[in-house]
């Protein structure tokens, strides 16, 4: 979405930190006309962004920002002054440079630190609010999408703990930062390219919301100028993700859904909104409805995993052979019993901690498809298996539940709800 703002395992609690820092620097930005922050002040603070001087960087930046909007402008048919126009306040937000280092050497991943962080009672009684708040529409898309609410609603907890963080910076600057003026590390080059997509990404988006048609075929369109700007300049985290779910301007075009109706997408303001595009990137990544997300590993089975972990997020062996190599129990590759057809495909997941001594640890599970999908949202183990435990803890059974109408299952050659034992229904009368 995401894809680029969830690398690092945990951003978002640094927009918290650096928030005072960043509404003092966007304070100062010169707001050009057409240009529209409303709840930005202006006017009382006299320094400057980009205090060190380096005029030949921001040059830099100028020079480089004007191009891609000029190519931009020839490729799209947008016109050329309304973008230099909406990009006239454009800045280079220093902070948000240091946000995207990678982490120290001496840096370890620790998945018990992580857990703790994301998995606790805070976050989860919010959990619960927000599916108080929303539970009829969360049933709705659960149905209809056949991803668990319980996910939908651990994944907008994680992210911003139900919009509670979900940054402070204006995604125009963030982007154009990131895009043009990114730290110099090993991957440089290619980050750069993703914020400039990113970047495009955000101005179409932003012009669809004022009206514009894409592709610009002919004539001068009208749009509105102050719906492109307040797009341009809404908040973001650091890395440019937006809103309750935290999608990237490319997820927002390619996966967003007007959950309410309204015929606006608004992941900001609306959970609904939220909700139906959560569900929707999930499922549009291969959400296998009914599935489980992850099988635990038996005492007996953790040496074998360990031998075949290798930290590749991709489905490598079937259920039956984990189940052969002792990985994993035959009842985990039996439907009737929760688990998954022999043939699926599943993944070692290895999750290091340090224990209590401070000794290196690892975690195993078993990742299944739905664990990847997670994982689609923001490539993180961590991340995925968060999702799962935060969503097990507001309920979510983590095995199988297969449809019992066949019309619900894309048979190939399965046979499973055929011989699925029904509990006997009683037709519930009303007296
Ligand atoms: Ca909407």
Redesign the pocket.
């Known amino acids: 979405m995401i894809l680029v703002a969830h690398q690092n395992p945990i951003p978002h609690f640094m927009n918290f930190r650096v928030s005072s820092l960043t509404s003092i620097l966007l304070a100062t930005f010169i707001l050009s006309a057409c240009s529209t922050t409303p709840t930005q002040e202006v006017g009382h603070e006299k320094t400057i962004v980009n205090q060190s001087g380096d005029l030949s960087a921001d040059g830099r930046f100028s020079q480089n920002l004007s191009q891609l909007l000029a190519q931009l402008a020839q490729k799209e048919g947008i016109p050329l002054s309304t973008l230099e126009s909406s990009f006239s306040d454009a800045k280079t937000i220093p902070s948000i440079r240091k946000l995207v280092l990678p982490p120290s050497g001496s840096f370890k991943k620790n998945w018990a630190a992580y857990r703790k962080r994301f998995i606790e009672p805070i976050r989860l009684k919010a959990g619960k609010a927000f599916w108080d708040q929303n539970e009829v529409f969360l049933n709705n898309v659960a149905q209809d999408s056949g991803v668990p609410a319980e996910v939908i609603v651990a994944i907008i907890g994680i992210e911003t703990i139900y919009g509670r963080q979900t940054g402070n910076f204006r995604v125009k600057d963030v982007l154009s930062t990131l895009a043009f003026s990114y730290p110099d590390t090993p991957n440089k080059t290619a980050r750069e390219q993703l914020f400039k997509d990113q970047l495009q990404d955000l101005i179409l988006l932003c012009w669809s919301e004022a009206g514009g048609q894409l592709p610009v075929k002919s004539s001068p369109q009208s749009i509105n100028t102050f719906r492109l700007n307040a797009c341009l300049n809404q908040n973001s985290s650091y890395a440019g993700a937006i809103g309750l779910p935290q999608f990237m301007p490319s997820s927002i075009r390619s996966f967003a859904i007007?959950?309410?109706?309204?015929?606006?997408?608004?992941l900001r303001q609306?959970p609904?909104?939220a909700i139906a595009s959560v569900a929707n990137f999930l499922r549009k990544h291969g959400w296998q409805p009914g599935m489980p997300i992850y099988f635990p590993i038996p005492e007996s089975g953790l040496e074998a995993a360990r031998v075949l972990a290798d930290g590749q997020p991709q489905l490598k062996y079937t259920v039956q052979e984990l189940i052969e190599k002792g990985v994993l129990t035959k009842a985990q590759g039996d439907l009737q019993q929760g688990g998954v057809e022999p043939q699926s495909k599943a993944l070692i997941v290895d999750l290091p901690y340090l224990d209590n001594d401070g000794n290196d640890q690892v975690r195993y599970v078993v990742g299944l498809n739905n664990f990847l999908s997670i994982v689609q949202y923001n490539r993180s183990y961590f991340y995925a298996q968060s999702v799962a435990e935060f969503a097990e803890a507001l309920g979510y059974k983590n095995q199988s539940a297969v449809p019992l109408s066949t019309d619900h299952v894309t048979t190939k050659n399965s046979v499973m709800p055929k011989t699925k034992k029904l509990n006997p229904k009683k037709s519930k009368q009303k007296s």
């Open positions: 007007d959950g309410d109706g309204d015929g606006h997408i608004d609306s609904k909104d």
